[in-house]
Nanobody
Framework: EVQLQASGGGLVQAGGSLRLSCAASGLTFDDYAIGWFRQAPGKEREGVSAISMKDGSTYYWDSVKGRFTISRDKAKNTVFLLMNSLLPEDTAVYYC????????????????WGKGTQVTVSS
């Protein structure tokens, strides 16, 4: 059974930092990219960042470039998202997701979803 266990959300003031974790199990990890989407109230789910579990290559959506850093610990099958300089518009439920290598990292191509974790940034 594939499981993506997300953790690390919370409430933080604007300008602060949070680190999300996504612990994955039941996958052949080198065959996937793992990353994050987010969904704010009344908005569509959007991409945040992704990392190839095989070679560590990363991708960031424009809204978070320069502020967020994604990384992986292959020994622990865990992906981390360090979020710095948080803005109120970063407030959303963040979802960990796995997409098979060779596919685009987008909502319609997600193979496995984790449960969301709430991130709230106060102004």
């Amino acid at each position: 059974e594939v499981q993506l266990q997300a953790s690390g959300g919370g409430l933080v003031q604007a300008g602060g930092s949070l680190r999300l974790s996504c612990a994955a199990s039941g996958l052949t990890f080198d065959d996937y990219a793992i990353g994050w989407f987010r969904q704010a109230p009344g908005k569509e789910r959007e991409g945040v960042s992704a990392i190839s579990m095989k070679d560590g290559s990363t991708y960031y959506w424009d809204s978070v470039k320069g502020r967020f850093t994604i990384s992986r610990d292959k020994a622990k099958n865990t992906v981390f998202l360090l979020m710095n300089s948080l803005l109120p518009e970063d407030t959303a439920v963040y979802y960990c997701a796995a997409v098979a290598s060779g596919k685009y990292f987008r909502v319609d191509d997600v193979d496995y979803w984790g449960k969301g974790t709430q991130v709230t940034v106060s102004s």
